[in-house]
């Protein structure tokens, strides 16, 4: 189907372990952003990615590491995830002429236990 | 860096009257464009409305239309005749060189009937 999907829709995990999340679009789109909402806060950039193996920091991008190395496929990491990094993530999608706005993911509700 | 305010965190709104939602943005670029986006308690993010900001004329989208003061840096979002369906949070967002979308905190929408 077209369109961005991210997966899983919910996950839960354990304070210390790796975690990656997926994001997937059919649009070829260039740009691939990655936030983070939380109350209060409104959605936070982590990282972004402007093309395939270009990716850079957004305004919180610790504890978390991204790749790029297909156009399609933007993969984020948390390296071991601590109790702050529970959250909502979304993936968006968009082309370089950023005047259309962006389209974004259904996002992964993240547990940190 | 740019910044987006939305300095209500929750509003009201009478079934059939009208409602604006306030959104103040700082920034030093002269060409950028801005957005309302609608999050449902699906939690998909919606693209309301999108403003250019060299354009003078409001944008309008059926009963959504905007009050765009460039000078004051002022972008709110009138919803005519609010609906149902119109509860929602919203989310006001700015992107201008370098295609980052920034986020306001978001504003909850409460609709009674």
């Known amino acids: 189907d077209a369109g961005i999907t991210q997966s899983p829709r919910y996950k839960i995990t354990e304070t210390g372990r790796q975690v990656t999340l997926m994001c997937h679009q059919t649009?070829?789109?260039?740009?691939m952003f990655w936030y983070r909402q939380d109350l209060g806060h409104g959605l936070r950039l982590i990282y972004y990615?402007?093309?395939?193996?270009?990716?850079d920091k957004g305004e919180v991008p610790d504890g978390y590491v991204v790749s790029r190395s297909k156009t399609e496929n933007f993969p984020l990491t948390l390296e071991s995830a601590t109790r702050s990094q529970t959250s909502v993530y979304f993936c968006?999608?968009?082309?370089?002429?950023?005047?259309?706005?962006?389209?974004f993911g259904s996002g992964t509700r993240l547990t940190v236990v | 860096a740019q910044t987006v305010t939305q300095s209500q965190p929750e509003m009201s709104v009478q079934e059939a009257e009208t409602v604006t939602l306030s959104c103040t943005y700082d920034?030093?670029?002269?060409?950028?464009?801005l957005f309302w986006y609608k999050q449902p308690p699906s939690r998909q993010m919606i693209l309301v409305i999108r403003q250019e900001a060299y354009k003078q004329q409001n944008a309008t989208e059926n009963r959504f239309s905007v009050n765009f003061q460039k000078a004051a840096k002022s972008f709110s979002l009138k919803i005519s005749d609010s609906q149902l369906g119109d509860a929602a949070m919203y989310f006001c967002?700015?992107?201008?060189?370098?295609?980052?979308?920034?986020f306001g905190a978001g504003t909850i929408l409460r609709v009674k009937s």
């Open positions: 967002a700015y992107t201008g060189y370098g295609n980052k979308l920034v």
């Open positions: 649009w070829s789109h260039s740009y």
């Open positions: 968006a999608s968009g082309h370089s002429d950023s005047n259309y706005g962006y389209t």
């Open positions: 920034t030093s670029e002269s060409d950028y464009y």
């Open positions: 990615s402007a093309a395939a193996d270009i990716t």
